[in-house]
T-cell receptor, first 111, second 112 residues
Framework: DAKTTQPTSMDCAEGRAANLPCNHSTISGNEYVYWYRQIHSQGPQYIIHGLKNNETNEMASLIITEDRKSSTLILPHATLRDTAVYYC????????????FGKGTRLHILP | NAGVTQTPKFQVLKTGQSMTLQCAQDMNHNSMYWYRQDPGMGLRLIYYSASEGTTDKGEVPNGYNVSRLNKREFSLRLESAAPSQTSVYFCASARDTENTIYFGEGSWLTVV
C-alpha cells in the first residue's frame, strides 16, 4: 500500500498558487518526500523532493511540517499547463526498493 | 541519451495470447520497474528489479512474469493475456544515488 494519502482532486484558478497537500504520517526518519506529476498519459515527471527542510526549485516549492507527517507542494503561479495528476511518494534515498505511487491528486487549473 | 525506451507502443492481443513488453535504459541505473495504469487510476507497481539478476513482486504481480536480462533491460511477459490486463504499461528506472525516477513513454495494451 502507498504510504501517502492525497485528496482525489483539486481545482485552482489560473495565476493563483496551487497548494497540494499530502499526508505521510508513518514516514521514517530516513525517508524523503518526492513529488511527481503526470500530464495526460505521459510518463510521470519529477518535480521536487525534500527530507525535512523546505525546498524550492524552478518548478515548485515543498513545505514539510516539523513533525514530517505531512507536506504541501506549492505551484506559485498555476497555468493551464499545470493541469495534471500529482503524486506524493516517500522513498529512502540510496536504496533500491519498490516505489509505490498511490492514486495522486488530479489538479484542474481553471481559466 | 535515449533514457528509458519501451516497445511496442501499441498492441492489441486476443484473450489467451502471450506477449512480452521490452524495456531498456541507457543510464546505467540499478533499479528498474514495471507499472500499469488503468483509465483514471494511479500507477500500480507490477514488478521491480533492484539489480541485475534480482526481481521482486510489487502490488499487482499476478498474471505477469519479468526478466532482468542484464543491467540495461527489464522485460514484462504476459503468458496468457486477459481483458483485465488492458492497460497502459510504464517502465521506469532509477539510480540509488540519484533522486529522479525516469519513465518510458508507455505501452498501450488492449486485450480483446
Amino acid at each position: 500500500d502507498a504510504k501517502t494519502t492525497q485528496p482525489t482532486s483539486m481545482d485552482c484558478a489560473e495565476g493563483r498558487a496551487a497548494n497540494l497537500p499530502c499526508n505521510h504520517s508513518t514516514i521514517s526518519g530516513n525517508e524523503y518526500v518526492y513529488w511527481y506529476r503526470q500530464i495526460h498519459s505521459q510518463g510521470p515527471q519529477y518535480i521536487i523532493h525534500g527530507l525535512k527542510n523546505n525546498e524550492t526549485n524552478e518548478m515548485a516549492s515543498l513545505i514539510i511540517t516539523e513533525d514530517r507527517k505531512s507536506s504541501t507542494l506549492i505551484l506559485p503561479h498555476a497555468t493551464l499547463r499545470d493541469t495534471a495528476v500529482y503524486y506524493c511518494i516517500v522513498r529512502v534515498m540510496n536504496r533500491d526498493d519498490k516505489i509505490i505511487f498511490g492514486k495522486g491528486t488530479r489538479l484542474h487549473i481553471l481559466p | 541519451n535515449a533514457g528509458v525506451t519501451q516497445t511496442p507502443k501499441f498492441q492489441v492481443l486476443k484473450t489467451g495470447q502471450s506477449m512480452t513488453l521490452q524495456c531498456a535504459q541507457d543510464m546505467n541505473h540499478n533499479s528498474m520497474y514495471w507499472y500499469r495504469q488503468d483509465p483514471g487510476m494511479g500507477l500500480r507497481l507490477i514488478y521491480y528489479s533492484a539489480s541485475e539478476g534480482t526481481t521482486d513482486k510489487g502490488e499487482v504481480p499476478n498474471g505477469y512474469n519479468v526478466s532482468r536480462l542484464n543491467k540495461r533491460e527489464f522485460s514484462l511477459r504476459l503468458e496468457s493475456a486477459a481483458p483485465s490486463q488492458t492497460s497502459v504499461y510504464f517502465c521506469a528506472s532509477a539510480r540509488d544515488t540519484e533522486n529522479t525516477i525516469y519513465f518510458g513513454e508507455g505501452s498501450w495494451l488492449t486485450v480483446v
